[in-house]
């Protein structure tokens, strides 16, 4: 496996790291549905397992994914092999409890202990703020920044981690004409409040290709030293043609997928267009989608870790298993030509108000 070194952690990850949001099966949080269906616990430990097994050192979990069910897994692994080798993230923000706000000191200080606990360790290597509410009028900002401070002062948590927003670049922040201006500057505003040391952003091969004139979210962590975590690579399995456009699935409530348009027939179809393209170039099989998805998001920085979600051993072991040689920089342009027009596609037909948390529409 591929070692990184990742920047603000300082510390070598493997390149791929186990996603283990899947994991947690259904769940619902404040009436939202924000789970996954279909995974047997058994099953699930046994990927962490085999991905432990073919050398995988970095897993990133949530106190919300699957309400503590995720973390209780990955606490089980941690009991059965050499913790300090391991990186573990975990995240807050999303589960309030009985407090007034998911942010408020004592609720994170709970939330914490609860991680520490379902996972059986003593300290966390990255702490994520998960969310970027912070309450009214951002009251809970404050207490919150300096209670994760304090965890780390504390040697409680080695680095601090904050999310970007899905699209970004900072120029947008002061172009006031931009559709995504206010999401840049509020970024930026709490960029410079949290001082995080490690991002998460998603990335795939349907984001935006930016301008060489903008500064995209991966030159501003590399500008100021900031480690990042790449989510959602596989677009949930719909880059890898996990669903049949002709038989549009349809999700247990628990399942966030059921309100995700992309999970549509429409939006099926569009990126059943794009992979068709795809398996022409590079292969027909799933294992050579997932090759191209995951070289795509490896080769887009040399410093970033690469989070992949899976419920099966089987899953992890045809992903981990699947690299082969890099892709070479006409394949690079010729996927990113192929697959901004399927994402002008899934713009096109997205729902004007989508009913979806901005955390779990991927
Ligand atoms: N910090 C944040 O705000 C944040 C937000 C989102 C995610 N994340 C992290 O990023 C990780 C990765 O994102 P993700 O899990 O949402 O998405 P992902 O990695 O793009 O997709 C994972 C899903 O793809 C399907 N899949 C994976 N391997 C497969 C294979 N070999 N064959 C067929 N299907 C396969 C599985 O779904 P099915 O089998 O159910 O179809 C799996 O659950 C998360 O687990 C989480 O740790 C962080």
Redesign the pocket.
Known sequence: MEQRRLPGLNREVSAL???????GGLAINRGVPIG????DADAAFAGLVRAHDLGVTLY???DV?GLGRSERLVGRLLGEVNRSRLTISS?VGYFAGTAAHPYQAAQIRRQFETTLDNLGTDYLDIY?L??SDFGPGDRYLEEAVETVQQLKRRGLIRAI?M?APHEFAREWATDLGHPRAAEAARFLTLLARVQPDVL?A?Y?LLSPIYAPDETDIFDLARDRGIGM?V??????????G??DPLAAPSFPSGDH?GQDHRFTAPALQAIQSGLSVLRQRFGPT??DL?RV?LRYALQRDPAVAV??????S???T??LTCLGEPLSSDDIGAIGLTMSSVRDMLTASRPANPNSQQ??S?
Do not use: M, P
Not at 17 to 23: F, H
Not at 36 to 39: D, E, H, K, M, N
Not at 307 to 312: A, Q
């Open positions: 790291g186990a996603g283990c949001w899947t994991i996954w269906a279909g995974v990133d979990t949530a994914y995240k994520f998960h969310v981690g999310r998460t998603r795939n975590l989510k959602q690579v596989l677009g949930k399995g719909l880059l890898i996990t669903h997928r799933r294992a997932t998805a989070l992949v979600g899976f419920r099966t089987q899953q992890i045809s992903n955390e779990h991927a």
